[in-house]
C-alpha cells in the first residue's frame, strides 16, 4: 500500500525488451534506498513494481505486457521523469489516502489552466472509470493523491498548488498527455457490496449512539 503522497522524482533510465515483457530501470535521483530490499514494492507513478535489482542510486523491476498495455508505462522512454513513492509503513503518517498501485485505466490530460499561484487541471477518464470519481472525493492520478474538485459526465478537474507541481511529475506534463488512474478503493468496494445485493443493516442502536437516527 502507497499514500500518494511523491518522495521523489526519478528518471527511466533503461527498458530492456525481455521476453516480450520489459526490465524497466529507474534512476531514483535522491530517493533514499537504504532501506528497501529486493522484492520490496515502489510505486512508479502509480504502479506498484517490485524491485528485482538494486543500485546506489536505482533499481530495476520487471514490468508485464498486462501492465505495459493498461498503463502509461509502456509509453515511457529513457529520460521521462516518473514519480516514485515507497511502501507505506505501519508506523508512517498517511497524508493522502490509501493507494494500492494497482492502476484502472489511462487518462489524458485536457486542460491546464492558471488559477492564482495555483493550476485548475481536467482530465478525461473511460466512462468505466469515472463512475468511481466524486467530487470532493480522493483520486490518484500519476501515483500522485489528489481531491476531486468536480465532474462533468467523464471529465473531471483538481486543483494543483505550486509545490505539487514542482515536486512531482506533473512539471514535465503536457496537455494530451496520459496518466495513470487509481479510484479511491472504497468505491471499488461499496460497488461491489451494492453489486451483490445483500446490504447489511446498521444496528438501530449503533445509528442512535453515534447520532445518524
Not at 1 to 26: K, N, P, Y
Not at 72 to 93: C, H, I, T
Not at 99 to 104: K, N
Not at 154 to 173: C, D, K, M, Q, S
Request: aromatic residues 4%; negative net charge; proline residues 3%.
Amino acid at each position: 500500500m502507497f499514500t500518494g503522497i511523491i518522495q521523489s522524482v526519478g528518471r527511466i533510465a533503461r527498458l530492456e525488451r525481455r521476453g516480450g515483457d520489459v526490465r524497466l530501470t529507474v534512476d531514483t535521483t535522491d530517493l533514499d534506498l537504504a532501506d528497501v530490499q529486493l522484492g520490496d514494492s515502489i510505486a512508479v507513478s502509480g504502479v506498484c513494481l517490485t524491485a528485482v535489482a538494486l543500485e546506489p542510486r536505482g533499481f530495476s523491476a520487471d514490468v508485464s505486457n498486462e501492465t505495459l498495455a493498461l498503463t502509461s508505462l509502456g509509453q515511457l522512454k529513457a529520460g521521462d521523469p516518473v514519480n516514485l513513492e515507497k511502501a507505506l509503513r505501519l508506523a508512517d503518517r498517511l497524508g493522502g489516502h490509501l493507494v494500492s498501485g494497482h492502476v484502472d485505466g489511462l487518462g489524458k490530460v485536457v486542460s491546464i489552466v492558471p488559477d492564482g499561484r495555483s493550476q485548475r487541471w481536467t482530465f478525461e477518464v473511460p466512462a468505466a472509470t469515472s463512475r468511481y470519481i466524486a467530487a470532493k472525493g480522493s483520486v490518484c492520478i500519476d501515483g500522485t493523491s489528489l481531491t476531486v474538485n468536480e465532474v462533468a459526465g467523464t471529465r473531471f478537474g483538481v486543483n494543483l498548488i505550486p509545490h505539487t507541481v514542482e515536486h512531482t511529475a506533473f512539471h514535465a506534463r503536457r496537455v494530451g498527455d496520459a496518466v495513470n488512474i487509481e479510484v479511491d478503493v472504497i468505491a471499488r468496494y461499496v460497488e461491489r457490496l451494492l453489486s451483490s445485493g445483500e446490504v447489511p443493516k446498521l444496528d438501530e442502536a449503533f445509528l442512535q449512539q453515534h447520532g445518524f437516527a
